[in-house]
């Protein structure tokens, strides 16, 4: 065969493969124009121009140096290391074996060329199918700042439907418009802006601030930015009232169990952090147990966890309340201590068998959040745990208020003495109390695992806070218990942001502690007050 | 009563005559002199705390704050002196050189001087004992609530004395120190005068402890201890005395801080938090609380217990601290100087029941007609 043949019997083969339908003519030519040795440019630039999604194989594979000439015609080397052709088809010998030729060179583009390859793709992307795709092509584009891009984008709008697509695009118009020499178009850019203020208009806006001239123009600009910088701010300020929401509701969750405990039996459980930590634990036993034996139900752990979180921990507690705590009725400060020890051997107990750093991985559904506000987003996780305090003080309200048990509870929270001369067992009271109270705190662990790790200080991280609540919400008092959460939560994540640096949590949780420190000043009995004619504090 | 005061002086004179004497003729390793100063630089805290809550029933869970405080003065005072000798060889201490601050911060300035050190370690934590009770006392904030506060207070002041921007040292404290009053720190005649000096104070400390409890003013902390109530409705100001003897365990706590830092060598905030203000507790209830010697003895023998078990069980020495605190405070409440008579009182109680139930089963057949 002569040398000319070739490319012409490759051509024709490939014509008349059964294969043949995915190449158009346009794309054949570029192929064959590379493959010839022409010069780049111009071809490159014919691509970009066209923006014809069918080339992106071809600008893909240029831009990561696998293409190669091979007897007139192109090959792809693909990610395992195969050769294909421009269609993806693995090359093969007459045998149907892969054949892999050697002594090839990958075309190599210009470093002044590939801003073409790029801006290729992205005019590609404009078209594509998937609308995701076509709006960040939009965004990207946008903030480019390539004036050439400009017909394409009008062009893309001019087809589109999808309006999170087309506003996208608006807003890349808008942004290459600042820098447009005519001032009354760059007028119209600031109009869109101050129509829609976000916050990728930010950083434009700034850099047209620098360059522009005109004080009207400027002035508009200077405008819109205010603007902006509030409307960030709100939303800033939302997140950390959010923050401070979860938190709440974590704390509140805990301290629910230890004002109980404490308004009834006077004792002040050291070890509840502890108890929160082996909820916590509960639900890391339980992923491992799922993943050992249901792996396709994996994500139910989390349902078994909850109920079992609960009834474990307070199975412990009661325990400890029957085996330890009841013979220190009516000293305070020894069970202070005594529940300290117990907290320290649990921990040191859990990290000695569990080792240092476990983690549970929070079920498939509750990963992600919900985007309340452009750029806000609200885990699902934090929003379930929210729900969850919520759940327990309604149920905590319904027994303490509306069941027979609650009202012996409260009972003998009033006079002891008196309640057990009515027949009430102050001891099974006692024992009761002490479990759910500690069960709250194993529910409150199991469901912080969502969204920190699990580990043997979890529970001295929040046990402080629980405490602060407890002081300032007053003895046993619900309601009280669930303002000084909300203010506790709420003041330790809306003072951090407004301290700022990084020492701000230190700072924060120092003044805090002072702030209690300061209202027990003016009332020390906490915010609800025992009424009574007992004036001393236990 | 005589009993008493004999194990008293026998123990006072081991501690402060005899050891020295035997490091002195070489029968006692420098080491383990070094070792009991450092424990009797903490006992001499302890006796504070037992003044607060052996005998005035205060729960104070940050003693270890006012512990640092002074220890920290003297760790600022050594740190000046070794100025000029560290890696550094700048006049001012190695870690500001390493954050990059230039100049002394003020209030390092009057930590140069020996004696000036010696009241402010005292004064310091006394008047932040004493402000903090202010806070509190007057305002009717005692028991559980008190002992809540002190112990955030400990974590904020942890959480405090870690930052950098403090300039005490962060994380890492104050060490490397060199001379005090210009014997070198590693000096066995330096270990052994430490040492005395440590003795001393802790007898001067004990005698004034045990002078204060036996005076008026120990009866009435006694009161506040069991009655409080009652001793405020005959007219007692009873803030003002839990105020001031809660000061004064401030100023021991601190003292006893300054005395431990030359010993050591080093001071970190991981003296000064949570735990280790609950350990003060501990030794104070196993030795015996309101006993005084029992703080003594407590701060020593568990002290001396980790010493030798952390050792051996590192991991798990937490584990004996916490089954400690609750075996302590559970089954023997008066701690080790109250436990002959707490075998006694038990051993009587079962005498007296033998003899009841001999008593029962040789006549009185009026009580089987109710069965």
Redesign the interface.
């Given at each position: 065969m002569t040398p000319k043949a070739i490319p012409l019997l490759c051509a024709g083969l490939l014509a008349l493969s059964p294969f043949a339908h995915a190449l158009s003519p346009a794309v054949e030519k570029a192929a064959q124009s590379l493959a010839r040795g022409a010069p780049e440019r111009p071809v490159l630039q014919k691509i970009r121009d066209q923006a014809d999604p069918e080339f992106k194989p071809l600008v893909s594979a240029l831009q990561s140096g696998a293409l190669y000439p091979w007897k007139g015609t192109l090959l792809l080397l693909n990610d395992s290391g195969a050769f294909t052709d421009l269609d993806g088809k693995p090359l093969l010998d007459a045998a149907g074996q892969p054949l892999a030729p050697s002594g090839l060179t990958a075309i190599s583009v210009d470093p002044g060329d590939q801003g073409l390859l790029e801006q290729a793709l992205h005019f590609m992307a404009l078209s594509d199918e998937n609308p995701g795709t076509r709006e960040a092509a939009a965004r990207k584009l946008g903030s480019l700042g390539d004036p050439a891009a400009r017909p394409y984008l009008e062009k893309a709008l001019a087809g589109e439907r999808n309006p999170g697509v087309k506003a996208a695009i608006l807003e890349a118009v808008a942004k290459l418009d600042l820098q447009n020499p005519d001032p009354a178009v760059r007028r119209g850019a600031l109009d869109y802006f101050e129509a829609h203020p976000s916050d990728a208009a930010m950083s434009p806006l700034q850099t047209f601030l620098q360059k522009e001239q005109d004080p009207s123009l400027r002035r508009i600009a200077e405008f819109v930015l205010v603007r902006i910088n509030r409307r960030l701010k709100v939303r800033n300020w939302i997140g950390y009232a959010f923050d401070g929401l979860s938190l709440s509701s974590v704390l509140l969750i805990m301290s629910i169990g230890l004002a109980i405990t404490?308004g009834l039996m006077?004792i002040?459980n050291m070890a509840h952090g502890e108890m929160l930590m082996l909820g916590s634990y509960a639900a890391y036993v339980l992923q491992q147990f799922f993943a050992a034996h249901f792996p396709a139900r994996q994500d139910y752990f989390f349902f078994a966890a909850l109920p079992l979180s609960l009834l474990a921990v307070g199975l412990i507690g009661f325990v400890l309340e029957r085996g330890?705590l009841r013979?220190?009725y009516g000293r305070?400060?020894?069970s202070?201590?005594?529940t300290?020890?117990?907290?320290?051997?649990l921990?040191?107990?859990a990290r000695?068998y569990f080792g240092d750093q476990t983690s549970v991985n929070a079920p498939t559904w509750f990963r992600g959040g919900w985007e309340a506000m452009p750029g806000l987003i609200l885990p699902y996780s934090r929003l379930f745990i929210i729900f969850l305090s919520l759940a327990c003080l309604i149920a905590v309200y319904w027994l303490l208020y509306r069941t027979v048990i609650g009202l012996k509870v409260r009972a003998v929270m009033e006079n002891r003495e008196m309640a057990s001369c009515m027949g009430i067992s102050t001891q099974r009271v006692d024992a009761l109390t002490f479990a759910f109270g500690t069960a709250l705190a194993g529910l409150g662990g199991c469901a912080l695992s969502l969204i920190g790790t699990v580990d043997p200080e979890v529970g001295k991280t929040y046990i402080?806070d629980s405490?602060?609540v407890?002081?300032t919400g007053g003895v046993g008092k619900l309601l009280g218990v669930v303002l000084a959460s909300f203010g506790i939560g709420m003041s330790n994540k809306v003072l951090e942001p407004a301290i700022g640096g990084t020492?701000s949590a230190?700072y924060s949780?120092?003044i805090v502690?002072v702030l209690?420190?300061l209202f027990?000043?003016i009332r020390?009995q906490g915010i609800f007050a025992p009424k009574g004619r007992d004036?001393?504090?236990? | 009563m005589q009993k008493r005061y004999f194990w008293e002086a026998f123990l006072l004179g081991l501690f402060v005559l005899l050891l020295p004497a035997l490091n002195f003729s070489g029968h006692l390793p420098d080491y383990y002199l070094n070792l009991t100063g450092k424990y009797l630089a903490l006992s001499i805290a302890a006796l504070g705390m037992d003044l607060i809550w052996g005998y005035t029933g205060i729960l104070g869970l940050g003693q270890a704050v006012f512990f640092g405080l002074g220890a920290y003065a003297m760790g600022m005072h050594l740190m000046l002196k070794a100025s000029g000798h560290g890696v550094y060889g700048a006049s001012i201490p190695d870690f500001m050189v390493w954050n990059r601050v230039t100049q002394l911060p003020f209030f390092w300035k009057p930590f140069q001087s020996f004696s000036l050190m010696v009241l402010l370690a005292i004064a310091v934590p006394f008047a932040a004992a004493a402000l903090i009770g202010l806070l509190t006392f007057s305002r009717r904030v005692g028991g559980t609530y008190f002992a809540i506060l002190t112990q955030a207070m400990a974590y904020a002041a942890w959480l405090m004395f870690n930052r950098n921007e403090m300039n005490l040292g962060g994380t890492n404290g104050l060490t490397d120190f060199k001379t005090i009053l210009g014997f070198p720190l590693n000096n066995p005649g330096t270990v052994r005068g430490l040492y005395v000096a440590t003795a001393l104070a802790l007898v001067l400390s004990f005698a004034a402890c045990r002078w204060l409890v036996k005076s008026k003013m120990g009866l009435v902390l006694k009161a506040i201890r069991d009655r409080e109530l009652r001793l405020e409705f005959m007219g007692y100001p009873i803030a003002r005395y839990k105020i001031f003897i809660f000061a004064l365990a401030g100023g021991l706590a601190g003292l006893a801080g300054a005395l431990y830092v030359p010993q050591v060598g080093i001071i970190t905030p991981s003296e000064i938090g949570v735990l280790p203000s609950l350990e003060v507790c501990v030794w104070v209830a196993a030795g015996g609380r309101g006993t005084l010697l029992g703080a003594i003895l407590g701060a020593v023998g568990i002290n001396a217990a980790r010493s030798i078990l952390t050792a051996r069980f590192p991991n798990e020495w937490p584990i004996i601290l916490g089954a400690t605190f609750i075996g302590v405070v559970m089954f023997v409440p008066d701690g080790v100087v109250g436990l002959p008579r707490q075998l006694h009182g038990l051993w009587r109680r079962r005498a007296a029941r033998a003899r009841s139930e001999l008593a029962a089963q040789a006549g009185a057949p009026v009580e089987d007609s109710h069965a």
């Open positions: 404490f006077g002040i330890l013979f220190l305070p400060l020894e202070l201590l005594v300290w020890g117990i907290g320290m051997v921990s040191q107990g000695l402080v405490f602060m407890v002081v020492a230190v949780k120092v502690l209690v420190i027990l000043q020390p004036t001393s504090l236990k | -």
